[in-house]
C-alpha cells in the first residue's frame, strides 16, 4: 500500500452485531464470568469434544515447529532486498520457489520481465466423504495475495540496517516486516500447513505473490491479463490493508477493509498570453488556472450515501456517542439538517465517507518570477466514492472550472472503485476466529481512503478484504514506509495461526 495511501486510510468501522451483543451481554452480568470460572472444572471433559480452532488440532510439537520456521524465514525472507524502484523481485519469488518446490506444493515462477516475476502456487482441497479422503474442489478458490516489493529506507535513520532481519526488543526489523512480507510470510506458512497437516477443506487455496504494487502494479496487470486463469474463478481473496489496533495490552478492533475509495487524480491545464512580469495580463495562464481552481474549491460536491454506506453507518453507531449515534442510524434525514450537514465539513472522519472528495496538490506556472507563462497546471488528487462513474464526476468539474482554456484531464485513466458486501462466508470466518484470538476486540468494517489491489481483482468476482492476521500498536503501523519498520516475534509466532483458522473456516 504506497504511503499516501496509507496516510489516507482514515477509516469507519462498524460492528457486528453479535459481538456487540456478547458484549453488552457481558457487560451486564457478572455471572457470565463467574459461570466461565465455574467450568475450569470440566476442562478435562471439553478437551474430547472438537477442537474450537483447526489449528488447534495439531500437536503442540509441530506448532512450536511452525513457529520456529515462521520467524527464521521471516529473517530470511526480509533479507532479500526487493526495493522498488528496481524491485528485483525476482529473486525473493526464487526463494519462494525452493520452499514450495521442497515442501511438493505445485507452483509456477513467472518472470514476465526482467528481473521482475510473480509466484504462484496452489494447494487443491481435499475433502472427507464417507470416511474416505476425496480429491477434487466443490467450491471455489481463495487465494492469499501479496506482493514482494517492498518501498525505499535510508539506513542512517534506523536503529539496524533495514536489510538485516535485526532482532531487536523481541522485535524484528526489516523493510517490509509490516507491508508486506510478514503477511505473505503467514500465507506462506498456511500454504505449508494445509500440505502437511491435510486439514478437510472444500476449496483449493492459492497462493499469489507479486511484483512492483508500490509502484506501477504490473505484476497484478500481468498476472490479470496474460493467466486469469491462475486464479480459478476464485470467489474469495485475502491480501493487505484493514488494521487490527493494540493499545497497550488491549485490543481495541479488527478491522477489515472492504471497500476503497477511487484515486481520480486530475491535471488542470489554463492556457494564455505570455509575457514580462511588469505587464500584467488579466487573463493569463496564472490567474486563470487560480481563478478556475478557486471555483472548483468552493465546490461542494453532494454527500451521496449508497445502501451499503448506510448499512455501515447504521453499525457504526454503536460506537458512537447518541447524538452522533442517532445521525448515523438514519443518514438520510440527518443530512436534510442543516446543522448537521455544516457540521460534516469540520468533521473529517465523516465527512470523507459522504463525499467524492477534490485536494489540490501541485501547482506551476512560470519558472521565473518576472515571465508570465503561456502555460500553467495543478494537479488534484480525487478521490472517488465506491461505485461513482469518474467521467461523471470529469464532467461535473470541468463545468464548475468553467473557462473553455483550463483543460482537466486524468493522469491516470477512469478507473471505478469498487467494495465487497459484508455479508460473506469469509467475513464470518474473520469474526469467529477474531472471537477466539481476539475476544475484546469488535470486528469492523472499513472504508479505507485510498487503493489497494482489492480493486484490480473485484471486477473478476472476487469477494476481496484486506486483513492482517497481525495486531499492531500506532506506533508499529506507522512505521509501514517509514523508518525502523518491524514485527514483534509474538505476533509472528502467532499470526499465521490466525490465518490458517481464517481460511478454514471458510464455509
Ligand atoms: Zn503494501
Known amino acids: 500500500m504506497s504511503h499516501l495511501h496509507k496516510a489516507l486510510l482514515i477509516f469507519v468501522s462498524l460492528v457486528v452485531a453479535a459481538i456487540v451483543a456478547l458484549h453488552m451481554l457481558a457487560a451486564e452480568t457478572g455471572a457470565a464470568v463467574s459461570s466461565l470460572r465455574i467450568d475450569t472444572g470440566s476442562l478435562e471433559a471439553r478437551s474430547s469434544a472438537p477442537p ?3 489449528s488447534e488440532g495439531i500437536p503442540p510439537k509441530r506448532l512450536s515447529h ?9 529473517a530470511e525472507y526480509l533479507r532479500i532486498n526487493t526495493t522498488n524502484p528496481p524491485g528485483n523481485e525476482l529473486k525473493a519469488a526464487e526463494w519462494f520457489k525452493r520452499i514450495f518446490d521442497a515442501e511438493g506444493i505445485e507452483n509456477r515462477l513467472l518472470e514476465y520481465a526482467p528481473g521482475r516475476a510473480d509466484i504462484w502456487a496452489r494447494v487443491p482441497a481435499a475433502r472427507v466423504v ?6 477434487g474442489a466443490v467450491k471455489r478458490p481463495i487465494v492469499l495475495l501479496n506482493h514482494m516489493d517492498v518501498v525505499s529506507s535510508d539506513p542512517a535513520y534506523w536503529r539496524a540496517p533495514p536489510f538485516s532481519a535485526t ?36 476449496r483449493d487455496v492459492i497462493f499469489l505473490a507479486t511484483a512492483d504494487e508500490e509502484v506501477h502494479d504490473s505484476g497484478t496487470d500481468w498476472l490479470i ?35 476503497e475509495k477511487a484515486p481520480f487524480w486530475l491535471h488542470v491545464v489554463a492556457h494564455g498570453e505570455g509575457g514580462h512580469g511588469s505587464r500584467p495580463i488579466d487573463d493569463s495562464a496564472p490567474n486563470r488556472l487560480v481563478r478556475a481552481l478557486d471555483r472548483i474549491m468552493k465546490y461542494q460536491p453532494e454527500p451521496r450515501v449508497q445502501p451499503e454506506l448506510q448499512q455501515l453507518l447504521a453499525e457504526m453507531a454503536a460506537f ?6 442517532a445521525h448515523l442510524r438514519n443518514i438520510g434525514q440527518a443530512l436534510q ?27 506551476q506556472g512560470s519558472r521565473q518570477t518576472n515571465v508570465i507563462p503561456e502555460e500553467a497546471w495543478a494537479n488534484l488528487d480525487v478521490r472517488l466514492l465506491p461505485g461513482e462513474d469518474p467521467k461523471e464526476f470529469l464532467q461535473t468539474l470541468q463545468a464548475v472550472a468553467d473557462d473553455p482554456s483550463v483543460s482537466i484531464e486524468p493522469l491516470d485513466g477512469f478507473a471505478k472503485g469498487n467494495s465487497s458486501p459484508i455479508s460473506t462466508a469469509l467475513f464470518d470466518s474473520i469474526r469467529r476466529v477474531s472471537a477466539h484470538y481476539f475476544p475484546q476486540a469488535p470486528v469492523l468494517p472499513r472504508l479505507a481512503g ?32 517509514g523508518n525502523n519498520e518491524r514485527i514483534r516475534l509474538d505476533e509472528l509466532r502467532r499470526g499465521f495461526r490466525v490465518l490458517y483458522d481464517v481460511v478454514l473456516n471458510v464455509r
Not at 320 to 325: H, K, L, M, W
Request: hydrophobic share 40%; glycine share 8%; with cysteine.
Open 130 to 135: 464417507n470416511g474416505k479422503r476425496t480429491a
Open 167 to 202: 532482532i531487536l526488543d523481541s522485535a524484528m526489523y526489516g523493510r517490509g516486516a509490516q507491508d508486506m512480507k510478514s503477511e505473505a510470510l503467514a500465507q506462506l506458512l498456511v500454504m505449508v500447513m494445509l500440505k502437511r497437516e491435510q486439514p478437510a477443506r472444500d
Open 337 to 363: 439538517d442543516k446543522a448537521f450537514r455544516a457540521s460534516l465539513a469540520e468533521d473529517e472522519s465523516l465527512n470523507y465517507l459522504l463525499h467524492n472528495t477534490i485536494a489540490v496538490t501541485m501547482l
Open 66 to 74: 511452525y513457529q520456529d520456521l515462521s520467524v527464521r524465514w521471516m
Open 225 to 259: 491479463a496474460q493467466h486469469p486463469e491462475l486464479l480459478g474463478h476464485a470467489e474469495f481473496l485475502v491480501t493487505e490493508g484493514g488494521e487490527n489496533l493494540l493499545d497497550g495490552a488491549s485490543e481495541k478492533y479488527v478491522g477489515v477493509d472492504v471497500a
Open 450 to 481: 485510498g487503493y489497494n489491489e482489492s480493486q484490480r481483482y473485484r471486477p473478476l468476482g472476487i469477494v476481496c478484504y484486506g486483513f492482517s492476521p497481525f495486531m499492531t500498536t500506532a506506533e508499529e503501523a506507522n512505521t509501514e514506509h
Open 320 to 325: 458512537e456517542p447518541p447524538s452522533r449515534a
Open 52 to 54: 474450537a480452532m483447526p
